[in-house]
C-alpha cells in the first residue's frame, strides 16, 4: 500500500485538471492522524506540501480537499515548517477574506493550525493588506482578520463562513508579545483596540469563538504595564467580558449589586453560567493575572469581584476550578503593602500557553 501512496503523489501536480482532482481525494482519506499512512506522507512532506499548497490555487472542489490534507497534516511541527511561508499566508487570508468565499471557513481553519508556530504569527502581524472596501480601510493584515471576524458573526459578511475559528488564530497570535500589543493598541485606521471587537463574543453560542475569544482575553492579561487600560470602563473595558460568562441568576446585596460593572447589573432571571470547564478555568485565569498589579487588585475589589467569584464558588463542581476561585479572593482579601506592577514569569506563561494548545488543534477531517 505504501508504494501505491506514493505513486499517488505523483499524480497531484499532472497537468489534467481531473487526474490532480481524483489524486487529492484519495489522498484526503491517509491524511488523519488515525491513518497508519500519515507518517509516510509527512516523510515526504518536502515534495507533498508544495503540491498541496499548489492545489490550493485550483478550483474550488479541489482546493477544499487541498485545505482539508493540510489541516490534517498540520498538528506536525515539520509540516508546519513547511507551510511558514509568506506568500502562501497571504493567500490562505486572501481565501478568508473574499466576500461569498466558499472557503473562508476551512482556511480558517488551517490558520488556526498554522499559528501554532511562532514564525507564522510574526509574518500575520507584520503582513500588509491593501484596503477592501465594505470590510475594512487599514493597511494591516490582522486588521483585515478581526473585522472579517467582528462583522461576520452568524454569516453577517459572507453568508458561506462564520470565521469562529478565527478566535482560534487571536488566541495564537496573543500568545506572542507583539500580538498581545497588538490587541490592546489603538489600530491606526479607527482608533479602536482590537481587543475591544474580540471581546464581545465571551458568550457566544459557538464554543469554538468564544473559548478562544477567552484566551485571547486571557493572554492580553500577561501585559501587567496595561492592566489599567485593559479594565478602565473608557478604555478597553474587558472585565465585564470576563465576568458575565462566570454569573448566574443569584441576587446580590443593592449596595454590592451597583457597584458591579454596568453590563453585569441588567442580566435575565434565566442567565446561565458557562458550562464548558476548560473556558471558566481560562476566565478565573485571567481575573487571577489582572490582581498581580495593585491597580487591578483595587479595581476588582472596587467592582464586587469577589461577590461574583463566591457566587460561583458555591455552586462550581469542579475541584480545581473552585480551588481557583479561592486563588483569586486570598488576593483580593490581602493586606497591601502598596503599589507595584508584578511581572508574570516568561516561564509560567508558556506552560499554560503550551497546555490550552493541546486542546485547539483541529484535525481529522476527512
Known amino acids: ?87 502562501f499566508l497571504n493567500f490562505l487570508c486572501l481565501l478568508v477574506l473574499i466576500p461569498k468565499s466558499v472557503l473562508a ?50 454569516k453577517a459578511y459572507n453568508p458561506k463562513a462564520e470565521f469562529n475559528f478565527l478566535a482560534s488564530v487571536f488566541s495564537n497570535v496573543s500568545g506572542i508579545r507583539a500580538g498581545r500589543v497588538y490587541f490592546i493598541e489603538d489600530a491606526p485606521h479607527d482608533k479602536l483596540a482590537p481587543l475591544t471587537k474580540v471581546q464581545i463574543f465571551t458568550e457566544d453560542s459557538n464554543v469554538i469563538r468564544r473559548g478562544g475569544v477567552d484566551s485571547t482575553i486571557k493572554n492580553c492579561c500577561f501585559e501587567t504595564r496595561q492592566h489599567e487600560r485593559i479594565l478602565e470602563a473608557d478604555k478597553l473595558n474587558t472585565l465585564p467580558f470576563i465576568l458575565l460568562p462566570l454569573c448566574g441568576s443569584e441576587e446580590y446585596d443593592m449596595e454590592e449589586f451597583e457597584q458591579f460593572p454596568e453590563e453585569i447589573q441588567l442580566l435575565d432571571d434565566d442567565k446561565k453560567r458557562e458550562t464548558d470547564d476548560v473556558l471558566r478555568m481560562i476566565l478565573l485565569e485571567a481575573l487571577l493575572l489582572l490582581t498581580h498589579t495593585r491597580f487591578g487588585r483595587d479595581y476588582l475589589r472596587q467592582k464586587q469581584v469577589y461577590r461574583v467569584i463566591q457566587k460561583l464558588h458555591a455552586v462550581e463542581k469542579n475541584e480545581d476550578i473552585k480551588e481557583k476561585c479561592v486563588a483569586i479572593v486570598d488576593m483580593l482579601i490581602r493586606d497591601e503593602a502598596g ?28
Do not use: W
Not at 503599589?339 to 476527512?366: F, R, T
Open 1 to 87: 500500500m505504501e508504494g501505491q501512496i506514493i505513486e499517488l503523489l505523483e499524480f497531484l501536480h499532472q497537468p489534467r485538471p481531473e487526474i490532480r482532482a481524483l489524486a487529492v481525494q484519495q489522498l484526503t482519506t491517509f491524511t488523519p492522524k488515525t491513518s497508519e499512512y500519515q507518517p509516510l506522507l509527512i516523510s515526504k512532506r518536502e515534495t507533498l506540501i508544495p503540491d498541496l499548497k499548489s492545489l490550493c490555487h485550483d478550483d474550488t472542489v479541489v482546493a477544499h480537499e487541498a485545505i482539508k490534507c493540510l489541516i490534517n497534516l498540520s498538528h506536525d511541527p515539520r509540516i508546519l515548517q513547511e507551510l511558514d511561508d509568506k506568500y
Open 339 to 366: 503599589p507595584e506592577i508584578k511581572e508574570i514569569e516568561e516561564d509560567k506563561k508558556k506552560e499554560e500557553e503550551e497546555e490550552s494548545d493541546d486542546d485547539m488543534v483541529i484535525e481529522e477531517i476527512v
Open 105 to 154: 471557513d476551512a482556511a480558517c481553519m488551517l490558520l488556526s493550525n498554522m499559528t501554532k508556530h511562532e514564525p507564522i504569527c510574526v509574518k500575520l502581524l507584520e503582513g500588509e493588506a491593501k484596503p477592501l472596501p465594505g470590510l475594512c480601510e487599514s493597511n494591516r493584515l490582522m486588521d483585515h482578520l478581526v473585522e472579517a471576524f467582528h462583522r461576520g458573526h452568524k
